[in-house]
C-alpha cells in the first residue's frame, strides 16, 4: 500500500531550504608514519535564515573546512553539498571575507569593490551602479576614490565585506574577520552587519562564520558548532536562544558563554592535556614561558587563590579562546595546573613554582620540561650523546616531519627551543641553525 501524502498545513510556515550539507568530509595528507588527518568525520548542515558559527581551538581546522566549502581546496573523503547539488569547485552564489583585509593597495575602495564583478563579466555601468550601492550599504559612502593605506584597520574590512556582498552571494563565509581589529572597531563592525542582516538589508541567505572567541559566538550565532582539534570534528551543537540585539552582560549569555567554555574544557581532558600522555611527534603551540609564569601568579593570587573559572580569567587577562587555552594546556602538559569543567587550577608543583624566585623556578621548569615533553628530553639526550655536544636543527625537524606537517613541525621546534633556552637544559644559534651545550652546565 501506497504512504499517503502528506500536506502542509495551510499557514504553516515553510521549513527553511537547506543551503549547504557537508557529509563525512575529511582532509588529511600523507606523511612517513601515515595519513596526517587535519579533519576526520566532519558533518554540518546550514539553513537559509542563520547564521552558524564554528568554534574551535588552533589545530581544529575550522579554517581548512571553511575553504573546502568554498570549494577553494577538495577534501580527501566525504562531500559538500551547495544548494543540493554536489561541490567540485568554487561556486556561483558563494562569497568570502578573509582574516587580513587583502585589499588590492593600488586600488581605490570602488576599484577594489568592482573587482570581483569585473572577473564575472559584468559591464562597466552595472558593475558601477552595484559597486556604488554596496558601499553605501556597508557605511563607506564618501570613501569610493580612497586607497586602503588612507583607511582605517576597521574601514578596510568593511570594504572586504563590500566586495563580497556586491556578488549578491547566496552564502557568506567568514574567516575570523574581526580578529585583526581593535575591540571596539570589531565590536562596531559586529553590530553593525549584524543589523543589516536582521533588518534583511543583504542579499545573503546564510551566513556561516569561523572564530575563536567565545562570546562573538554567542553575541553572532543562531547555532555554534564546537570542533576537536587534532583532528577536527564537530563534537557538540549549541542553540543560542537568545533574539537579536543581545545583551553580553545578561546572566543567560554569561552562562551560555561558561557552559561553552565547560564543554571545550572537558574536551581537551578527553584528548590529550594530561601530563606524560605528549609523544614525540605532539603537535606544540608556541607559548611563551613569560605567559605560563603570568598566568601562575594570576592564579596563586587573591581572588583566584589557586582556582579559577576559565572564562572569568580570560575576561580579566584580555584572552580569547586561541590564546587562553594554549597557556592553560600548556601547563596542564607541564604538571603545574589541571583543568576541569571550566575551571583552571594550579597543581602542588604550580603553586610552588608561583612562590619560587627566578633561579628555582627555571631548575624547576627545566625538571618538568625534560620529564613531559618528549621533544625536549630528545634534544638533550642526543646532545649529552654527541662528542661534540652539536646538533643540527634540521635533525630534529627532519624527525618531526615525520608526524606533523612542514609548518607545524616548524612551530614545535620553535616552542621548544624557547622553552629550552629558558630552562638552560641547551643553547640554540639561530644564525648557525645549530643545538649545542656551550655555557649550559651538564
Same mark, same amino acid.
Given at each position: 500500500?501506497?504512504?499517503?501524502?502528506?500536506?502542509?498545513?495551510?499557514?504553516?510556515p515553510a521549513e527553511p531550504? /537547506?543551503?549547504?550539507? %557537508?557529509?563525512?568530509?575529511?582532509?588529511?595528507?600523507?606523511?612517513?608514519?601515515?595519513?596526517?588527518?587535519?579533519?576526520?568525520?566532519?558533518?554540518?548542515?546550514?539553513?537559509?535564515?542563520?547564521?552558524?558559527?564554528?568554534?574551535?581551538?588552533?589545530? $581544529?581546522?575550522?579554517?581548512?573546512?571553511?575553504?573546502?566549502?568554498?570549494?577553494?581546496?577538495?577534501?580527501?573523503?566525504?562531500?559538500?553539498?551547495?544548494?543540493?547539488?554536489?561541490?567540485?569547485? *568554487?561556486?556561483?552564489?558563494?562569497?568570502?571575507?578573509?582574516?587580513?583585509?587583502?585589499?588590492?593597495?593600488?586600488?581605490?575602495?570602488?576599484?577594489?569593490?568592482?573587482?570581483?564583478?569585473?572577473?564575472?563579466?559584468?559591464?562597466?555601468?552595472?558593475?558601477?551602479? !552595484?559597486?556604488?550601492?554596496?558601499?553605501?550599504?556597508?557605511?563607506?559612502?564618501?570613501?569610493?576614490?580612497?586607497? *586602503?593605506?588612507?583607511?582605517?584597520?576597521?574601514?578596510?574590512? @568593511?570594504?572586504?565585506?563590500? !566586495?563580497?556582498?556586491?556578488?549578491?552571494?547566496?552564502?557568506?563565509?567568514?574567516?575570523?574577520?574581526?580578529?585583526?581589529?581593535? %575591540?571596539?572597531?570589531?565590536?562596531?563592525?559586529?553590530?553593525?552587519?549584524?543589523?543589516?542582516?536582521?533588518?534583511? #538589508?543583504?542579499?545573503? #541567505?546564510?551566513?556561516?562564520?569561523?572564530?575563536?572567541?567565545?562570546?562573538?559566538?554567542?553575541?553572532?550565532?543562531? !547555532?555554534?558548532? %564546537?570542533? $576537536?582539534?587534532?583532528?577536527?570534528?564537530?563534537?557538540?551543537?549549541?542553540?543560542? *536562544?537568545?533574539?537579536? *540585539?543581545?545583551?553580553?552582560?545578561?546572566?543567560?549569555?554569561?552562562?551560555?558563554?561558561?557552559?561553552?567554555?565547560?564543554?571545550?574544557?572537558?574536551?581537551?581532558?578527553?584528548?590529550?592535556?594530561?601530563?606524560?600522555?605528549?609523544?614525540?611527534?605532539?603537535?606544540?603551540?608556541?607559548?611563551?614561558? &613569560?605567559?605560563?609564569?603570568?598566568?601562575?601568579?594570576?592564579?596563586?593570587?587573591?581572588?583566584?587563590?589557586?582556582?579559577?573559572?576559565?572564562?572569568?580569567?580570560?575576561?580579566?587577562?584580555?584572552?580569547?579562546?586561541?590564546?587562553?587555552?594554549? %597557556?592553560?594546556?600548556?601547563?596542564?602538559?607541564?604538571?603545574?595546573?589541571?583543568? !576541569?569543567?571550566?575551571d583552571i587550577m594550579l597543581?602542588?608543583?604550580?603553586?610552588?613554582? $608561583?612562590?619560587?624566585?627566578?633561579?628555582? @623556578?627555571?631548575?624547576?621548569?627545566?625538571?618538568?620540561?625534560?620529564?613531559?615533553?618528549?621533544?625536549?628530553?630528545?634534544? @638533550?639526550?642526543?646532545? &649529552?650523546?654527541?662528542?661534540?655536544?652539536?646538533?643540527?636543527?634540521?635533525?630534529?625537524?627532519?624527525?618531526?616531519?615525520?608526524?606533523?606537517?612542514?609548518?607545524?613541525?616548524?612551530?614545535?621546534?620553535?616552542?621548544?627551543?624557547?622553552?629550552?633556552?629558558?630552562?638552560?637544559?641547551?643553547?640554540?644559534?639561530?644564525?648557525?641553525?645549530?643545538?649545542?651545550?656551550?655555557?649550559? /652546565?651538564?
Amino acid at each position: 500500500m501506497l504512504n499517503p501524502t502528506i500536506t502542509p498545513t495551510p499557514g504553516a510556515p515553510a521549513e527553511p531550504a /537547506e543551503i549547504l550539507r %557537508v557529509s563525512h568530509v575529511r582532509r588529511g595528507f600523507n606523511k612517513t608514519q601515515g595519513e596526517l588527518l587535519v579533519l576526520d568525520d566532519a558533518n554540518l548542515t546550514l539553513l537559509e535564515g542563520e547564521i552558524v558559527g564554528l568554534l574551535g581551538r588552533s589545530g $581544529s581546522g575550522k579554517s581548512t573546512l571553511l575553504r573546502i566549502i568554498a570549494g577553494l581546496i577538495k577534501p580527501t573523503g566525504g562531500q559538500v553539498d551547495y544548494l543540493g547539488k554536489p561541490l567540485t569547485g *568554487p561556486a556561483d552564489g558563494v562569497a568570502m571575507v578573509f582574516q587580513t583585509f587583502a585589499l588590492f593597495p593600488w586600488l581605490t575602495v570602488l576599484q577594489n569593490v568592482e573587482a570581483g564583478l569585473e572577473a564575472l563579466g559584468v559591464g562597466a555601468r552595472e558593475r558601477r551602479e !552595484r559597486a556604488l550601492k554596496a558601499i553605501d550599504l556597508i557605511g563607506l559612502d564618501g570613501f569610493e576614490n580612497a586607497y *586602503p593605506r588612507e583607511l582605517s584597520g576597521g574601514m578596510r574590512q @568593511r570594504v572586504g565585506f563590500a !566586495r563580497a556582498l556586491v556578488v549578491d552571494p547566496t552564502l557568506l563565509l567568514m574567516d575570523e574577520p574581526f580578529s585583526a581589529l581593535d %575591540v571596539l572597531t570589531a565590536e562596531t563592525l559586529r553590530t553593525d552587519l549584524l543589523d543589516l542582516w536582521n533588518e534583511k #538589508k543583504l542579499p545573503i #541567505k546564510s551566513v556561516l562564520i569561523v572564530t575563536h572567541n567565545i562570546e562573538e559566538a554567542v553575541f553572532m550565532c543562531d !547555532r555554534i558548532l %564546537v570542533l $576537536s582539534s587534532n583532528p577536527g570534528r564537530v563534537i557538540a551543537e549549541i542553540k543560542v *536562544p537568545f533574539p537579536h *540585539p543581545r545583551n553580553r552582560l545578561a546572566p543567560a549569555f554569561r552562562q551560555l558563554v561558561d557552559d561553552i567554555y565547560a564543554k571545550m574544557t572537558a574536551r581537551v581532558i578527553a584528548d590529550q592535556a594530561r601530563p606524560g600522555q605528549l609523544t614525540l611527534g605532539s603537535w606544540l603551540p608556541p607559548v611563551s614561558t &613569560n605567559l605560563m609564569a603570568g598566568l601562575i601568579e594570576t592564579l596563586a593570587a587573591a581572588p583566584y587563590n589557586g582556582k579559577a573559572d576559565l572564562p572569568e580569567v580570560g575576561r580579566s587577562l584580555h584572552l580569547e579562546v586561541d590564546d587562553l587555552f594554549p %597557556v592553560a594546556e600548556m601547563m596542564q602538559h607541564l604538571g603545574f595546573a589541571d583543568m !576541569r569543567e571550566g575551571d583552571i587550577m594550579l597543581t602542588q608543583a604550580g603553586k610552588i613554582f $608561583s612562590d619560587y624566585g627566578t633561579d628555582e @623556578r627555571k631548575r624547576m621548569f627545566a625538571e618538568h620540561l625534560q620529564r613531559y615533553v618528549p621533544l625536549a628530553a630528545r634534544i @638533550r639526550t642526543v646532545l &649529552n650523546e654527541r662528542p661534540g655536544h652539536r646538533a643540527p636543527r634540521v635533525r630534529f625537524e627532519q624527525e618531526l616531519e615525520d608526524f606533523l606537517s612542514d609548518s607545524a613541525a616548524m612551530e614545535t621546534l620553535d616552542a621548544v627551543i624557547n622553552w629550552g633556552r629558558y630552562a638552560e637544559i641547551f643553547s640554540y644559534s639561530d644564525q648557525a641553525e645549530m643545538f649545542s651545550l656551550e655555557d649550559i /652546565e651538564s
